[in-house]
């Protein structure tokens, strides 16, 4: 490994770590240990678990050290032990996880420090590194919902997301034929993103933005949520049983909407991306739009094919990692930004705010493309495909750079709202274009 690498290592993994700390340190233990959802975990369980992940991977694996703690393995491992069952487990308390993961953040620098093994796949180009590091932003992410969980006063502070800078509305066609999807380049790419495959791609339309709260609103206001006819069967039948009436969060106020966003209660914003939609209130909207979601091939092939070359961008802007100018990522805002805050971020055919904001609903399930091979273990992408699982695109204002790119895929149950999900829409174009 080089040096530049290692450099860039230790700092992507204090980049992570001072987000761990940022947000288990804003509340006290109490809050720390309590479940504030049957959704969620502890956030000691996740701070605990983010440890236990790197000392599992980094001191034991690559660096093949004695473990730090092996008696506690069971306990973070978020296979045996559904959420809700967490608050019951025999758990490190808040000072001995602080302890735990310090420790064992000290192996993993030793471990970086040391480790020769270029030709292992596990560490070329710093991969098993990358994969913790993306893992703990990750758990950031979460941890972030947890806090929107939260009742009690706001703890959390950050400058507002900037407003629009250009008008953006209405949709944008992309070119039928074929693009390259997935990756054989990006280093610390998943394995559920690799391998690098061409995939043909008719014509159709896909939203300039993402679906805003007005939009979202003038939904509710025409009886969405009473017409079974806009919903799938399963969505309808979810629709009622959970009695769903709006997004989540949402609260009637007057003839408006109040929405409560990490403690702080105020009206709707118009112009933001809705946030905290299930993907059955996702694929209604667009039903009754007189639209649908894309599939994740036209989601991809709007962030990244570029038409002039013909090849595929990391980002829809280009190559270059992220920057504050081009999307809504990090928890820098703890927010969506309204559509055209980021004109430089824009695709070549002028698709804006794909990456950050919002995480993006798909229509396709999720599964491994073809040539798929499991790397480093099946448990991180292959036992879920095929599950009853829907593709999320983009990432969100809670996302972090490092764990989003035009190439990453994240899945959820098509139920799921606790997590920063909006959509676009988007339509087949005909044959007569493209
Ligand atoms: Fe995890």
């Known amino acids: 490994m080089t040096q530049d690498l290692r450099l860039t290592v230790a700092a992507e993994l204090d980049r992570a770590r001072a987000r761990t700390t940022l947000l288990t340190d804003a509340v006290d233990d109490s809050d720390l240990v309590r479940q504030h959802s049957p959704l969620m975990s502890p956030l000691v369980w996740d701070l605990a678990h983010v440890g236990n992940q790197e000392e599992l991977w980094l001191v034991r694996d690559v660096g093949g050290r004695e473990p730090v703690r092996r008696d506690i393995d069971e306990l973070y491992d978020a296979f045996k032990h559904p959420r809700r069952n967490r608050p019951a487990l025999p758990l490190l308390n808040p000072a001995e996880a602080r302890a735990y993961v310090g420790q064992v953040r000290d192996k993993a620098l030793d471990v970086l420090d040391r480790v020769r093994l270029t030709d292992r796949p596990l560490v070329a180009d710093g991969f098993a590194f990358g994969m913790i590091v993306q893992h703990e932003q990750q758990h950031d992410e979460t941890m972030l919902a947890t806090h929107q969980l939260r009742a009690g006063a706001p703890v959390l502070e950050a400058p507002a997301p900037p407003a629009a800078r250009v008008p953006v509305s209405g ?19 998943l394995d559920n993103e ?23 609103a003038a939904f509710i206001a025409d009886g969405g949520y009473d017409e079974p006819r806009w919903w799938s069967e399963r969505g309808w039948a979810h629709r009622r049983e ?17 929405y409560t966003r990490f403690g702080r209660t105020g009206r709707v914003v118009p112009d933001e991306p809705v946030v905290h939609v299930c993907f059955f209130e996702a694929e209604a909207y667009a039903t009754w739009a007189g639209r649908r979601l894309p599939t994740e091939a036209e989601w991809e092939k709007a962030a990244r094919h570029d038409p002039a070359t013909g090849r595929s961008r990391r980002f829809p802007w280009g190559d270059d990692p992220p920057g ?29 705010q794909l990456i950050g904001d919002v995480w993006e609903w798909t229509s396709s399930g999720f599964h491994g493309y073809p040539g798929f091979r499991v790397f480093p273990y099946a448990e991180y992408s292959q036992v879920f495909f095929g599950g009853d699982y829907r593709v999320l695109r983009g990432g969100s204002f809670g996302t972090d750079a490092a764990a989003c790119r035009g190439t990453f895929r994240n899945w959820d149950h098509p139920i799921r709202r606790q997590i920063f999900s909006g959509f676009r829409c988007a339509r ?6 493209g």
């Open 171 to 189: 949709e944008v066609l992309i070119p039928g034929g074929p693009f390259t999807m997935g990756t054989d380049t990006e280093p610390w790419a």
């Open 428 to 433: 087949d174009a005909g044959t007569d274009v």
């Open 242 to 258: 959970a009695g769903l009436t709006a997004p989540m969060h949402w609260k009637r106020d007057g003839d408006g909407w109040a």
């Open 194 to 216: 690799r391998p690098a495959h061409r995939v043909d791609v008719p014509a159709f339309f896909i939203d300039a933005a993402p679906v805003t709260n007005a939009e979202y």
């Open 324 to 352: 504050p100018e081009h999307a809504n990522l990090g928890q820098r805002h703890l927010a969506p930004a309204p559509a055209g805050a980021y004109p430089r971020g824009a695709s070549p055919l002028g698709v804006h």
